[in-house]
């Protein structure tokens, strides 16, 4: 039967039963003509629902097409149960039948024809010719047998490296001194951690420091060496103080000077928030020399903040402390710290604040000589030479511009004045 020509031959029927249209359409597979028989091996599920589809496809939308009406087909299976599953209407044990539904989708909508009854007829003889009950289902069974195909493949050895995965260490932390009126042997300090990243060179202070800052090179690109990412990914847990009395060159200085490390308390089971730090050991008249490092839950360590000079002066009794940023001390690794930002800002004044006061009323040069004469190369003419009439002038006026970081929130304040020296663009 494998070498027969099958054919769908369908009629389509008015609601009232009288034959609207009739068609043929020959069943083809993908590349010439597709033959089956109904017995099990013939062809496989696919190839038999894509014969299907493309024979009703090609009748819809042939020249012209030989239906006005749509039609879809749909696949479904049904498997049989093994014994002991339990039995009733269906395949038998280890059974699988295959069903291929032919509906139609719509009318034609010519008229009064908007029905869509039809009959099949799934034959290999003249066309139209009823084998099949208009309210029949047409389907076919088949018997599918899959063999294993094992596939023995040759793979390149595999690839394999050591990594640590490891949590980011934390931000350098903020300090402020606050002084107790009237007291000249104490000091709070408040350390708060910041928020935010910041790619740096490690600075070892203790000996063990090399070690964790080791490991936090393992866990990140090696391409940034030298620099790690410190970024405050974890809560800060525990604050280190360093204290000298000797003026530090570099950070090494404050080896074995750590005042203290102290941590989160707890109050009724709970973690409290790190409380200000009191260094009640202060002597009056002596200058100090502080840094502070963030530790982080997992017991990452912060590089160090800058360097603090501290001095609580008692001067009879007058009591006021004097802290300032200590300049001297820097990174043995020799990192600056200094930024130019000439491409990022531009302070000038405009082009009305520098246009010639020519105006013997308002210019005093002007009004002892017009030529301008008593000018001298070399010095600095007056402000009053410059400025229109009509605008408020800059020159010897002091003005504050500040600039705050988006990512710390830090300001930085620059107090300037305008003054003409003669130089066009510095």
């Given at each position: 039967?494998?070498?027969?020509?099958?054919?769908?031959?369908?009629?389509?029927?008015?609601?009232?039963?009288?034959?609207?249209?009739?068609?043929?359409?020959?069943?083809?597979?993908?590349?010439?003509?597709?033959?089956?028989?109904?017995?099990?091996?013939?062809?496989?599920?696919?190839?038999?629902?894509?014969?299907?589809?493309?024979?009703l496809?090609?009748?819809?939308?042939?020249?012209?097409?030989?239906?006005?009406?749509?039609?879809?087909?749909?696949?479904?299976?049904?498997?049989?149960?093994?014994?002991?599953?339990?039995a009733?209407?269906?395949?038998?044990?280890?059974?699988?039948?295959?069903?291929?539904?032919i509906?139609?989708?719509?009318?034609?909508?010519?008229?009064?024809?908007?029905?869509?009854?039809?009959?099949?007829?799934?034959?290999?003889?003249?066309?139209?010719?009823?084998?099949?009950?208009?309210?029949?289902?047409?389907?076919?069974?088949?018997?599918?047998?899959?063999?294993?195909?094992?596939a023995?493949?040759?793979?390149?050895?595999?690839?394999?490296?050591?990594?640590?995965?490891?949590?980011?260490?934390?931000m350098?932390?903020?300090?402020?001194?606050?002084?107790?009126r009237?007291?000249?042997?104490?000091?709070?300090?408040?350390?708060?951690?910041?928020?935010?990243?910041?790619?740096?060179?490690?600075?070892?202070?203790?000996?063990?420091?090399?070690?964790?800052?080791?490991?936090?090179?393992?866990?990140?690109?090696?391409?940034?060496?030298?620099?790690?990412?410190?970024?405050?990914?974890?809560?800060?847990?525990?604050?280190?103080?360093?204290?000298?009395?000797?003026?530090?060159?570099?950070?090494?200085?404050?080896?074995?000077?750590?005042?203290?490390?102290?941590?989160?308390?707890?109050?009724?089971?709970?973690?409290?928030?790190?409380?200000?730090?009191?260094?009640?050991?202060i002597?009056?008249?002596?200058?100090?020399?502080?840094?502070?490092?963030?530790?982080?839950?997992?017991?990452?360590?912060?590089?160090?903040?800058?360097?603090?000079?501290?001095?609580?002066?008692?001067?009879?009794?007058?009591?006021?402390?004097?802290?300032?940023?200590?300049?001297?001390?820097?990174?043995?690794?020799?990192?600056?710290?200094?930024?130019?930002?000439?491409?990022?800002?531009?302070?000038a004044?405009?082009?009305?604040?520098?246009?010639?006061?020519?105006?013997?009323?308002?210019?005093l040069?002007?009004?002892?000589?017009?030529?301008?004469?008593?000018?001298?190369e070399?010095?600095?003419?007056?402000n009053?030479?410059?400025?229109?009439?009509?605008?408020d002038?800059?020159?010897?006026?002091?003005?504050k511009?500040?600039?705050?970081?988006?990512?710390?929130?830090?300001?930085?304040?620059?107090?300037l004045?305008?003054?003409?020296?003669?130089?066009?663009?510095?």
């Amino acid at each position: 039967m494998s070498s027969l020509n099958w054919k769908l031959d369908i009629t389509e029927y008015n609601d009232d039963g009288t034959v609207f249209n009739t068609f043929t359409a020959p069943l083809y597979g993908m590349a010439g003509t597709f033959s089956y028989g109904l017995n099990a091996g013939s062809a496989t599920v696919s190839n038999i629902y894509f014969a299907l589809w493309l024979a009703l496809d090609n009748a819809q939308h042939a020249a012209p097409p030989l239906t006005q009406r749509g039609y879809a087909v749909n696949i479904t299976a049904d498997a049989g149960m093994t014994a002991g599953e339990g039995a009733g209407a269906g395949p038998e044990p280890d059974e699988l039948i295959i069903n291929y539904q032919i509906t139609c989708t719509h009318g034609a909508g010519l008229g009064t024809d908007d029905s869509r009854k039809f009959q099949i007829n799934f034959d290999t003889g003249p066309t139209n010719q009823v084998v099949v009950p208009a309210t029949g289902d047409i389907h076919a069974a088949a018997t599918i047998k899959n063999d294993p195909y094992p596939a023995v493949a040759v793979f390149p050895s595999y690839y394999s490296t050591v990594v640590a995965v490891q949590d980011k260490p934390p931000m350098i932390p903020d300090v402020e001194f606050i002084p107790f009126r009237g007291v000249n042997n104490r000091i709070l300090l408040l350390i708060s951690g910041q928020s935010g990243n910041r790619w740096d060179v490690p600075i070892v202070i203790e000996p063990g420091d090399a070690d964790k800052f080791a490991s936090i090179y393992a866990s990140q690109d090696p391409a940034n060496f030298p620099y790690v990412e410190f970024r405050s990914d974890d809560p800060v847990t525990a604050y280190q103080i360093f204290r000298t009395t000797s003026p530090p060159m570099t950070y090494n200085d404050f080896q074995g000077k750590l005042l203290t490390e102290y941590s989160q308390d707890t109050y009724a089971g709970r973690e409290v928030p790190l409380l200000p730090y009191e260094d009640d050991t202060i002597i009056p008249n002596t200058k100090y020399y502080y840094c502070f490092r963030a530790m982080d839950i997992h017991g990452n360590i912060s590089n160090p903040s800058a360097v603090y000079q501290f001095e609580m002066v008692d001067n009879n009794g007058q009591i006021y402390p004097v802290i300032e940023m200590y300049q001297k001390c820097a990174d043995v690794s020799g990192q600056s710290y200094t930024k130019a930002g000439k491409r990022f800002i531009y302070i000038a004044p405009s082009t009305r604040q520098t246009t010639l006061n020519a105006d013997p009323a308002t210019n005093l040069g002007a009004s002892q000589n017009s030529d301008w004469s008593n000018l001298i190369e070399g010095q600095a003419p007056p402000n009053d030479l410059l400025g229109a009439l009509d605008v408020d002038k800059v020159w010897n006026n002091i003005f504050k511009v500040r600039i705050t970081s988006k990512k710390t929130g830090r300001k930085v304040d620059l107090n300037l004045i305008f003054k003409n020296t003669g130089v066009i663009e510095p």
